[in-house]
């Protein structure tokens, strides 16, 4: 990954954390599960103060953002680590509505997965 200069658009913080027993009770899994779906890149989870948070965004009452796991999955090919997969899906773009990770809540998430394959090359 390339270093920043100070002209580059910072990433806007996500709205809210959940902690993983949160995010187990809102997709009414096991906290095993939760850990096995961060493993296999269907959720994206952060340090944060030494715990572990997702984004309260990702998850939509009771399910993952429908294009998440594959978008995590393209960047992690592309070598992206989860602080960079972090800061990709909240980077400002104008052509989105506000960040990657809000528009995978509408009609532009498709378009937010082409993005994420064209890191790969």
């Known amino acids: 990954m390339t270093e920043t200069s100070p002209a580059d658009p910072q990433p806007i913080e996500p709205t809210g954390w959940l902690s993983l027993p ?4 809102r997709l ?3 906290i095993s599960k939760v850990h096995q779906m961060i ?3 269907e959720l994206l ?3 944060r ?3 572990r948070v997702v ?3 990702l998850v939509a009452n009771r399910t993952v953002r429908k294009h998440l796991p594959g978008i995590l999955t393209l960047l992690h ?3 992206y680590d989860d602080e960079a997969t972090l800061r990709w899906l909240y980077l400002p773009d104008d052509t989105l509505p506000g960040t990657p990770a809000a528009a995978l809540g509408g009609d532009r998430a498709r378009e ?3 993005r994420a394959q064209a890191t790969g090359f």
């Open 55 to 57: 984004p309260a965004e």
């Open 77 to 79: 090919d592309a070598g």
């Open 49 to 51: 103060d030494g715990t």
């Open 28 to 30: 009414e899994v096991s």
């Open 45 to 47: 989870a952060v340090r």
């Open 39 to 41: 493993r296999d890149r």
């Open 112 to 114: 937010v997965k082409r």
């Open 22 to 25: 949160d995010v187990a009770e």
